[in-house]
């Protein structure tokens, strides 16, 4: 069933949800502030944009040219829906390709990529128990690995353009692997925590193609107080 929604804390923005899809946590807005939108970077793509709430979100922060691509039909549909909804049509744009596909023929043509992937393996061919084929998919790398997509952002950025990923805290180290095996040199970490006394669940990274070594480990983020309330800092990213 398709609901209107408001996205956490911004106003004038609104979006289209599926039940029978994936719909946008807080990992789409916490890489989407995350990004470094300097005005240098005027075009800029979201790989597997879902529904398009990271496109919108970054509409608050840049004038910059935003692609949203996504290759699930009906995921389509809402993303073109959402544009149109925000008044965004001149500045966001949503494709329906592949991400390899839309790598090769848009190479080294990006300034910043950003990205929020499936985060779960499929080794061994574990039994989804997903509500349908499109959040099994968007949670689980059936349609493409992590590995193909960073592959797929250095072909498509320019060089000295920047990946942004959100990710599994527990897949730092093979997304640091990854990254250097495309040439991506990592230039911030953020470790994201539900609460100060637990171990990070999710990680913010960006990296530069063709970068010079040097990495930022940022100070943590805590989502939560004890009392489940979301923090000051939290509540800061999303305030227009």
């Known amino acids: 069933m398709k609901v209107l929604n408001e996205i956490l804390g911004y106003k004038n923005l609104q979006l289209y949800q599926d039940s029978e899809m994936f719909n946008f946590t807080l990992d ?3 890489v989407a502030r995350f990004a470094n939108l300097s005005n240098k970077r005027t075009k800029i793509a979201d790989f597997g944009t879902n529904n398009a709430v990271i496109p919108l979100v970054l ?3 840049t004038k910059a040219s935003i692609i949203g691509v996504e290759i699930q039909s009906k995921a389509i549909q809402l993303a073109q829906e959402n544009v149109v909804l925000n008044n965004l049509e001149s500045q966001i744009t949503i494709v329906c390709d592949d991400i390899k596909n839309f790598a090769k023929e848009n190479h080294d043509s990006l300034d910043l990529i950003i990205c929020n992937p499936p985060f779960f393996k499929m080794e061994g061919k574990p039994k989804l128990r997903e509500v349908s084929e499109a959040v099994a998919n ?6 493409i690995t992590l590995d193909e997509i960073v592959e797929s952002a250095a072909l498509a950025l320019k060089n ?3 990946f942004t990923l959100v990710h599994r805290a527990d897949r730092a180290g ?12 990592p230039k ?3 470790f994201v925590h539900s609460k100060i006394d637990q171990s990070a669940k999710t990680v913010l990274i960006d990296g530069v193609l063709n970068g010079n070594l040097g990495t930022e480990i ?6 939560h107080n ?3 309330t979301y923090t000051n800092e939290l509540l800061s990213l999303f305030r227009d």
């Open 218 to 223: 940022l100070p943590p983020l805590i989502a």
């Open 188 to 190: 911030r970490i953020k």
């Open 138 to 143: 968007a949670r689980h790398e059936t349609l």
């Open 160 to 162: 000295g353009g920047l």
């Open 226 to 228: 004890d009392d489940e």
């Open 174 to 185: 093979e997304i640091i692997t990854t990254f250097s095996k495309y040439k991506i040199v």
């Open 28 to 30: 789409s807005i916490l």
């Open 59 to 61: 509409s608050k922060y």
